[in-house]
């Protein structure tokens, strides 16, 4: 069929569009149902398809919702201890740590070269940790 053709379905609404004016609904049923068109079924079955289409369309937000809660799932159970780490990685987080750092935060590691590398992996650690827990905190306010 080409795309200038019309169709059976779109004959139909022509049809039914013409006789409209001419005929009351019970000839048009009548008319439909000589020709083999059960007018009440085809009606039943498309407010179906739009309600089932609209029951999805509803529920969407919640496979959406489902998608991004897995999603972040795996991203904090991916995060990766900075125990165990080579030493200069951590060497150079623990100075960009201190270089962001609050001047109150700051202060608390001024004695820095007497600290293990251990204990900046640990600091460290320490440190995403908060930053996780107060993201969470202010997505839920």
């Known amino acids: 069929m080409k795309n200038d053709e019309q169709g059976p379905m ?3 609404l022509d049809g039914l569009d013409q006789h409209a ?3 009351s609904s019970d000839e048009l049923k009548g008319e439909l149902q000589d020709r083999g068109i059960d007018l009440d079924a085809g009606v039943e079955e498309a407010e179906m398809t739009i309600a089932a289409y609209d029951k999805e369309d509803r529920l969407s937000w919640m496979k959406v919702a489902d998608e991004k809660k897995s999603s972040l799932r795996v ?3 991916t995060v990766v201890s900075w125990v165990g780490r080579k030493e200069e990685d951590i060497r150079a ?3 960009a740590f201190i270089k962001r750092a609050t001047p109150n935060r700051a202060l608390a ?3 820095k070269g007497e600290l293990t590398v251990q204990d900046m992996a640990q600091i460290l650690d320490a440190d995403e940790r908060l930053h996780r827990k107060s993201d969470k905190e202010d997505k839920r306010e």
Do not use: P, Q, T, Y
Request: charged content about 40%; glycine content about 0%; overall charge negative.
């Open 10 to 12: 779109e004959n139909l």
């Open 21 to 23: 004016d001419v005929l």
């Open 75 to 77: 991203a904090e159970s």
């Open 93 to 95: 987080a623990f100075e």
């Open 109 to 111: 590691f001024r004695k």
